[in-house]
T-cell receptor, first 111, second 113 residues
Framework: RKEVEQDPGPFNVPEGATVAFNCTYSNSASQSFFWYRQDCRKEPKLLMSVYSSGNEDGRFTAQLNRASQYISLLIRDSKLSDSATYLCVVNGPNYGQNFVFGPGTRLSVLP | DGGITQSPKYLFRKEGQNVTLSCEQNLNHDAMYWYRQDPGQGLRLIYYSQIVNDFQKGDIAEGYSVSREKKESFPLTVTSAQKNPTAFYLC????????????FGQGTRLTVV
């Protein structure tokens, strides 16, 4: 089983749609959680950290369920500029304090 | 501006040659990382360093070597022993605890010719 798993994608949605990404992680000792976005042929960039209480940044909402070892990202009112690959990332002492990346889910927002 | 800089952006290597990819950061981060990304694939950890003069192998270290003589610098050498080196190489840094996000350089795209 992979350490971090994500929806395989790709997701093709119309502008204005709401889209949800799911991620599960295997090690319950994981401590920190992040969503990154990666544009084609570019480096990953932090979208948002994920906190136990859940957090929101504009159109983006992240949730963490430690009991189920599940992380989610919701994008509301999708824009063309949201088209990218979304990476789920975890870190913790079980990984030697390294960042473990999921394979990513690609999103295409269509006009 | 604070950040992490990789060079060169594109690199071409002949088979049998060693090449070194540069990674420099001025974020005062203790931890630095090298990842490899193949087309359509996720990031795989090559080497990491949590402190100067110390580094550890990641999941795919064979055919690669690193050094960490200065806090700011973490160069990666792709040796001739790496059988399939063509890939996108990403360097990142973070505070040592991993409780805050990692910052990435712009990457080096290595092609074997």
């Amino acid at each position: 089983r992979k350490e971090v798993e994500q929806d395989p994608g790709p997701f093709n949605v119309p502008e204005g749609a709401t889209v949800a990404f799911n991620c599960t992680y295997s090690n319950s000792a994981s401590q920190s959680f992040f969503w990154y976005r990666q544009d084609c042929r570019k480096e990953p960039k932090l979208l948002m950290s994920v906190y136990s209480s859940g957090n929101e940044d504009g159109r983006f909402t992240a949730q963490l369920n430690r009991a189920s070892q599940y992380i989610s990202l919701l994008i509301r009112d999708s824009k063309l500029s949201d088209s990218a690959t979304y990476l789920c990332v975890v870190n913790g002492p079980n990984y030697g304090q390294n960042f473990v990346f999921g394979p990513g889910t690609r999103l295409s927002v269509l006009p | 501006d604070g950040g992490i800089t990789q060079s060169p952006k594109y690199l071409f290597r002949k088979e049998g040659q060693n090449v070194t990819l540069s990674c420099e950061q001025n974020l005062n981060h203790d931890a630095m990382y090298w990842y490899r990304q193949d087309p359509g694939q996720g990031l795989r950890l090559i080497y990491y360093s949590q402190i100067v003069n110390d580094f550890q192998k990641g999941d795919i270290a064979e055919g690669y070597s690193v050094s960490r003589e200065k806090k700011e610098s973490f160069p990666l050498t792709v040796t001739s022993a790496q059988k399939n080196p063509t890939a996108f190489y990403l360097c990142a840094s973070s505070i040592a605890s991993g409780l805050k996000e990692a910052f990435f350089g712009q990457g080096t795209r290595l092609t074997v010719v």
